[in-house]
């Protein structure tokens, strides 16, 4: 295990992580490998009364410790068994590695959009997978976790008989937003679909159609096919429809600066639906937002999950406006999904 103090080489890269607008100040990182280093790593935060957090990518930094860090990007096995069809990760694993070991045997996990999220942190605030609706909760799928106080050093988790699912992405320019947003709103989802509203701005220099444009995106995914002819409202910017290998839904981004929170919803009319989209889009900072329908095999006592999210930070108030049209409606908040917020 390496140990980094404030000045030493490779401390700025230790603590360094997909958020680049906030990062971790801690007086010491223990880089672990083991659960036993975990164990000495607490042990030295007691001693010294120093609280502690843990970090695996750096994706779900909420707020920032100046104790000690328990840095777990090494400490990151991965075994697959294909014939109990589970698999058991270390802490500091990501999706990828769980994805290209369960593939060969026609097996998945339940992850999400981006594969380079951690397992551990994903799982432990529910998991809304791609195939949330049919599969339910990534936590769902749990069969052991093994700790050092409040650290998971390994989990073990059930894998699905998953190989290729219909998906997709329709892009729409943002001018279309209202009919595209209420199409959304009166899709009758069947159970086995999981699908999401985002709003996004690329930036100019990106590449193809998207770039410098302001856009509604739709995604959608199953084991199983469904139509999706109604939401089709609008000429689309990008249409990528059809049959791929699940591990092609979660892709990675690059680094950035970003602030985000959420709501869970009991009920979202399409009138309050409008409201969000007109807030959100003519706040004082740019707000994204995404709406994904839960139900399904979710287990939740809510029927949306509504996230906000904006590429700087010191957002926040521009987020409470927007959740301010649907205040009457939340109930609760998702622990995924709440970014830089402190
Ligand atoms: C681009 C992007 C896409 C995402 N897509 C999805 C998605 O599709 N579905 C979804 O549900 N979520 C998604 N998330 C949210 C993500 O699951 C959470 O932010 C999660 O906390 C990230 O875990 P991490 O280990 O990668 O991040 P980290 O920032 O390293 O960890 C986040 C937190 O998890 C806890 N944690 C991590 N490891 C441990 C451990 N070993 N023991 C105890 N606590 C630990 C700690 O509290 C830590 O602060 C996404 C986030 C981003 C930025």
Redesign the pocket.
């Known amino acids: 295990m390496q140990i980094f103090h404030p000045g030493d080489t490779g401390y700025d890269e230790e603590r360094g992580?997909?958020?680049t607008g906030l990062r971790h100040e801690p007086q010491v990182i223990f880089a672990v490998e083991s659960a036993k280093d975990v164990e000495e790593a607490l042990r030295y935060a007691e001693t010294h009364g120093l609280d502690h957090?843990?970090?695996?990518?750096?994706?779900?930094?909420?707020t920032t410790t100046t104790g000690v860090l328990?840095s777990?990007k090494r400490m990151n096995a991965v075994e697959v068994d294909a014939e109990t069809r589970t698999a058991r990760v270390e802490?500091?694993a990501?999706w990828q590695q769980v994805l290209d070991e369960a593939a060969p045997h026609g097996l998945a996990p339940l992850?999400?959009?981006?594969s380079?999220?951690?397992?551990?942190?994903?799982t432990?605030?529910?998991?809304?997978?791609?195939l949330?609706r049919e599969f339910g909760f990534?936590s769902d799928r749990v069969r052991a976790t093994e700790?050092a106080g409040?650290?998971?050093?390994a989990l073990e988790f059930e894998l699905l008989p998953i190989d290729l699912v219909h998906a997709g992405e329709l892009y729409f320019d943002v001018t279309h937003a209202e009919a595209v947003f209420e199409a959304f709103h009166k899709w009758e989802l069947p159970d086995h679909v999981t699908a999401s509203l985002t709003t996004i701005a690329f930036p100019a220099g990106f590449p193809g159609p998207l770039g410098g444009r302001s856009v509604v995106r739709v995604t959608c995914a199953s084991t199983q096919p469904f139509d999706i002819d109604h939401l089709r409202v609008a000429p689309r910017l990008i249409e990528e429809f059809g049959r791929k290998p699940f591990a092609a839904a979660?892709k990675?981004?690059p680094p950035h600066t970003?602030q985000g929170d959420n709501v869970l919803l009991s009920d979202l009319p399409l009138d309050a639906l409008h409201r969000v989209r007109e807030k959100a889009a003519n706040a004082e900072v740019p707000v994204f937002l995404g709406l994904m329908p839960l139900g399904g095999a979710l287990t939740a006592n809510a029927t949306h999950l509504l996230k906000l999210i904006s590429p700087q930070l010191g957002a926040e108030a521009s987020h409470a406006e927007v959740f301010d049209e649907v205040r009457s409606f939340v109930v609760g908040s998702?622990?995924?999904?709440?970014?830089a917020v402190g």
């Open positions: 992580g997909f958020q957090a843990v970090q695996a990518t750096g994706h779900g930094l909420i328990i777990t802490a500091g990501i992850s999400g959009d981006a380079d999220v951690g397992v551990v942190g994903y432990l605030g529910g998991g809304y997978s791609v949330a990534a700790t409040d650290v998971v050093t979660g990675p981004l970003y998702a622990r995924n999904f709440r970014y």
